[in-house]
């Protein structure tokens, strides 16, 4: 089950990588990062690690307490 | 043709039928106050009108244009699905409550005046707090309370800040954008953000949502903060600190959820990041960050709501609502329902093509863009991946997936009522349907939309974006699972704050207590010394300590008798040696 998912989900990453470079935006590229097919790909992956590492550090460091904390 | 009459009447009166009617009945007119309001809207023509005149001011109750039509129109859609999603409840105050709630944000919708607005937004406060109440344990009574209070210094800064610009400008007028003034600009503003829960003033929403019962919860994601986005889109476009609160607040909201264990606590804490998208659209204060507000908002309430009826239907069903305590039960093949209609609300939220988050949050941040915000467009664009990993990932994963735990024991699930699943499958129908067929909400929108969101460049973009963060979580998903802990966050400051201010108060009572006790020692002692100053002075220099005698009358009697009869004589010798002189001198 989980190796046709990990399949699936690499198939369908290939795919849209691969559209990515043969679709241009509409108009004139503003920025250098919309001309990087695979840009939105990269900032995703890389936005979810650092959010994740971040906010989880943010908790064990600082912000978590028992759940009885306020009571 | 039949004349409209002020929408938010129909909720007000139709309110007052709730505990006269019962079974079916009452179920018929729970349903049909928002019908006939939803008619009501389609009579109201553009203009001003129901105007009365109140002092010297002219309030006016039916400010109709585009803006205000956008938000009734959801907020009498979103009335109608969770009236249907409660109906099961045999709770009239919590009926009653959520008429006035809804009818009164309809009121805001439409008030033409800053007094009008005021009335209508304290009635708002008040009926949703009941709405909290009417979970009627411990934890929501608290939560209530904090939430009264704060919504109660939201709404004296939005007063203060009313009477203030009324008396600089001359105008209560809210038609348009407001004047800059000062001090009075700003005290509405604050007010009105309270209320959009942009951080610091935030955590009564993350702390009275999931606390409200499963049902009542759905009317309080839909009203407060969408009412105060309308009155921001009205009075503060192009306000350019709005953009960046926006902006922060949009991730501030997601690293709290990523924290977070309790479920709707975690979709709470995605109201203030999906209200983040709202308000940085007014900031932002082009004609497409403006469409995309409102049209995100309009977004929003209905799958938040289907997002929170799923959440709801599993604590329902199971009674459980931490991640912690569900995470491993195999619950999607128990409750599979339920997983179903969130799933529509998590690819909503999250933007997936053909769901109605599409068609709305790359407004605003292709406006970001556009107008070269980059912070804010990074921010956006930052936490719209932290929204899927989330919302669409975490939370149904911990949920109703999770490694298998054989050693929890068997849970007793509940059946789900049906018209909970008709009210999930009401919202999962229009959110997807406004996802394949945006115009239907663009022809809506208050400015002319000339934005497309299925060109081939945003579709290809959103789905790299989605399926690699689903990588980063699945190499990182040891990382994210939910403990049982809480996360502190500002509302510390007063829950904290209030202990301390009580312990000052009782410092101050002590000192109270032993400066009146010197006082009343002093007092004694002045009572004592006038009673008998022999006493005191025996009491000083004595060793063992004389007791005071009651007064007795007769104690002294003789004494003082033979001394007032000796100063007698004495007097009368006096007198007759005075009267002797004087009669000889008169003589002579």
Not at chain 1, 3 to 23: D, E, N, P
Not at chain 2, 133 to 150: M, N, P, S, T
Not at chain 2, 153 to 165: T, W
Not at chain 2, 381 to 386: D, E, F, K, M, Q
């Given at each position: 089950?989980?190796?046709?998912?990990?399949?699936?989900?690499?198939?369908?990453?290939?795919?849209?990588?691969?559209?990515?470079?043969?679709?241009?935006?509409?108009?004139?590229?503003?920025?250098?990062?919309?001309?990087?097919?695979?840009?939105?790909?990269?900032?995703?992956?890389?936005?979810?690690?650092?959010?994740?590492?971040?906010?989880?550090?943010l908790g064990h460091l600082f912000l978590e307490r028992e759940e009885d904390y306020y009571d | 043709m039949i004349k409209p009459i002020p929408p938010f009447l129909i909720y007000l009166i139709g309110a007052l039928f709730v505990p006269l009617l019962v079974g079916k009945a009452k179920k018929a007119l729970l349903l049909i106050i928002p019908i006939l309001a939803y008619i009501d809207l389609l009579l109201m023509p553009h203009g001003n009108y129901w105007k009365i005149k109140f002092l010297d001011y002219e309030l006016i109750f039916g400010q109709v244009d585009k803006l205000s039509m956008v938000f009734a129109y959801v907020f009498v859609i979103i009335s109608f699905a969770a009236l249907l999603y409660a109906l099961h409840v045999d709770d009239d105050v919590q009926h009653f409550s959520a008429l006035y709630y809804a009818g009164s944000s309809l009121g805001v919708a439409f008030a033409g005046d800053l007094f009008t607005l005021y009335l209508f937004w304290e009635i708002m406060a008040v009926a949703s707090v009941f709405i909290i109440?009417?979970?009627?344990?411990?934890?929501?009574?608290?939560?209530?309370?904090?939430?009264?209070?704060?919504h109660l210094?939201?709404?004296?800064?939005?007063?203060?800040?009313?009477?203030?610009?009324a008396i600089k400008t001359g105008s209560i007028a809210f038609s348009g954008p407001l004047v800059k003034c000062g001090l009075g600009f700003w005290l509405i503003l604050i007010g009105f953000i309270l209320n959009?829960?942009?951080?610091?003033?935030?955590?009564?929403?993350?702390?009275?949502?999931?606390?409200?019962?499963?049902?009542?919860?759905?009317?309080?994601?839909?009203y407060t903060?969408?009412?105060?986005?309308?009155?921001?889109?009205?009075?503060f476009p192009g306000v350019e600190v709005l953009a960046y609160l926006g902006a922060i607040m949009t991730v501030y909201g997601v690293v709290w959820a990523i924290m977070e264990n309790d479920i709707r606590r975690l979709l709470a804490y995605h109201i203030v990041s999906q209200v983040g998208y709202m308000v940085g659209g007014v900031g932002i204060g082009t004609e497409l960050s403006m469409n995309g507000s409102a049209a995100h908002a309009f977004c929003h309430i209905l799958y938040k709501a289907l997002l929170f009826m799923g959440a709801g239907a599993v604590i329902y069903q199971t009674g459980m609502r931490k991640m912690s305590d569900l995470v491993?039960?195999?619950?999607?093949?128990?409750?599979?329902?339920?997983?179903?209609?969130?799933?529509?609300?998590?690819?909503?939220?999250?933007?997936?093509?053909?769901?109605n988050g599409f068609i709305c949050k790359p407004m605003i941040v292709t406006a970001a863009e556009e107008t070269h915000m980059l912070a804010v467009f990074f921010l956006m664009?930052?936490?719209?991946?932290?929204t899927w990993l989330c919302v669409g990932l975490k939370l149904p994963y911990y949920t109703w997936f999770g490694k298998r735990r054989p050693e929890l024991g068997e849970i007793e699930i509940k059946k789900l009522p049906w018209n909970m699943i008709a009210g999930m499958a009401f919202l999962s129908f229009l959110c997807i349907f406004m996802g394949v067929y945006p115009d239907i909400l663009y022809r809506v929108l208050p400015y002319p939309v000339e934005y497309h969101p299925y060109t081939p460049m945003h579709v290809i973009g959103a789905l790299q974006m989605l399926l690699m963060t689903v990588v980063g979580v699945w190499i990182l998903l040891k990382r994210l699972e939910p403990h049982a802990v809480i996360n502190l966050d500002t509302d510390w400051f007063y829950r904290k704050g209030a202990i301390l201010f009580v312990k000052f108060c009782y410092g101050l009572s002590a000192i109270r207590t032993i400066l009146q006790k010197l006082a009343m020692d002093f007092v004694d002692g002045v009572i004592v010394t006038s009673k008998n100053p022999v006493y005191v002075i025996e009491s000083i220099f004595s060793s063992k300590p004389t007791r005071l005698e009651p007064y007795d009358a007769n104690t002294y009697r003789t004494a003082v008798g033979i001394g007032v009869m000796f100063s007698l004589i004495f007097f009368a010798i006096?007198?007759?040696?005075?009267?002797?002189?004087?009669?000889?001198?008169?003589?002579?």
């Open positions: 089950m989980i190796r046709t998912l990990k399949v699936a989900l690499f198939v369908s990453i290939f795919i849209v990588f691969l559209l990515g470079f043969f679709i241009h935006p509409e108009h004139e590229a503003h920025y250098f990062w919309q001309k990087i097919p695979v840009f939105e790909g990269i900032f995703g992956f890389i936005g979810c690690i650092v959010l994740i590492i971040f906010s989880k550090g | 109440w009417c979970q009627r344990d411990k934890e929501a009574i608290g939560a209530g309370f904090r939430y009264l209070l704060v210094f939201g709404g004296c800064a939005l007063l203060a800040g009313i009477v203030i610009y959009a829960a942009v951080p610091p003033l935030h955590p009564w929403l993350p702390d009275a949502y999931p606390r409200a019962s499963v049902t009542g919860a759905i009317f309080l994601t839909a903060t969408k009412s105060a986005v309308y009155t921001l889109l009205r009075a491993g039960r195999d619950l999607y093949k128990k409750i599979p329902l339920s997983l179903i209609f969130y799933m529509v609300g998590a690819f909503s939220i999250s933007a997936v093509p053909l769901f664009h930052t936490a719209s991946i932290g006096v007198c007759f040696i005075f009267f002797h002189h004087l009669l000889q001198l008169l003589v002579k």
